[in-house]
């Protein structure tokens, strides 16, 4: 269960740095949060959260017991414990009556507890305000129901992605010529989709020329591959995410 909440932790670390959202504070407590105010928002999704609460603080625990002195105070996630209090929080004040047993039976303190429903209200808004520009006219317009329809508080509606780009036409099929190792197989064609990325983005003026001569050239490349690239170039390219990034694997050092 506590995994479903990872995903959703992820997720939030990919929407940040996809819509270039404004965070301030720790990126890893904002991205918990966001996971957890979601999850409220679905069916079953409060046992998901109490898991996820569970699951950091064992963690917590266990690192405790393992470091003693040694604690990773320097980390970007802030402590087990911390991050089990910020989930019980958030869970006890998006619904108070319902969730009091949290309170009763001491899982989470009077003192932090008094201050969640507050805390709940400002985050779940905070996060509808940095969310609400990249919403499509579909869910404002829900939201604007549920705000006309009750008292309650306004929801966080489910986030959407952002319109997909137009896919982009795949490398032309070319043979791979015979002789060509496993390595180029796969790091020619990463390689040259990163550039084809790169003129897409920078010089889109020259793509149909690179789409002509690409057919053609291919199975050169890929002989150069086998014939001139060490293993390390090789494994060097593959892991490359831009072709400016792979360039560098070729520079003599
Ligand atoms: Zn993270």
Same mark, same amino acid.
């Given at each position: ?130 969310? *609400?520009?990249?919403? @499509?006219? %579909? ?6 129901? #549920?705000?006309?329809? =009750?008292?309650? /508080?306004? !929801? ?55 789409? *002509?001569?690409?057919? @053609?050239? %291919? ?6 591959? #086998?014939?001139?690239? =060490?293993?390390? /170039?090789? !494994? ?18």
């Amino acid at each position: 269960m506590a995994t479903i909440f990872t995903f959703f932790h992820e997720a939030g670390h990919a929407l940040r740095a996809q819509l270039n959202l404004p965070i301030t504070g720790k990126e890893e407590d904002a991205v918990d949060e966001l996971a957890t105010l979601l999850l409220l928002e679905m069916p079953q999704g409060v046992y998901v959260a109490a898991a996820a609460a569970e699951a950091f603080q064992m963690m917590g625990k266990k690192k405790r017991a393992s470091k003693g002195k040694k604690m990773a105070f320097w980390d970007d996630h802030s402590l087990g414990e911390q991050r089990f209090y910020s989930v019980l929080c958030l869970m006890y004040g998006a619904n108070p009556k319902t969730n009091k047993g949290l309170v009763d039976k001491g899982y989470l303190p009077k003192e932090r507890a008094q201050f969640c429903p507050e805390d709940y209200k400002n985050k779940s808004r905070a996060w509808q305000t940095i969310l *609400k520009p990249h919403f @499509t006219d %579909l869910v404002l317009k829900s939201i604007a129901k #549920q705000k006309g329809g =009750t008292n309650t /508080q306004p !929801k966080l509606p489910t986030v959407t992605t952002a319109p997909k780009p137009p896919a982009q036409p795949d490398l032309p099929k070319v043979e791979v010529p015979a002789g060509v190792g496993p390595a180029c197989q796969q790091a020619v064609p990463h390689m040259l989709r990163m550039v084809r990325t790169l003129l897409v983005q920078q010089a889109p003026a020259n793509l149909a020329e690179f789409d *002509k001569k690409l057919p @053609t050239e %291919l199975p050169n490349i890929y002989k150069i591959c #086998q014939r001139k690239w =060490t293993e390390a /170039q090789k !494994k060097c390219v593959l892991a490359a995410r831009t072709a400016l990034s792979a360039n560098t694997c070729f520079q003599k050092k």
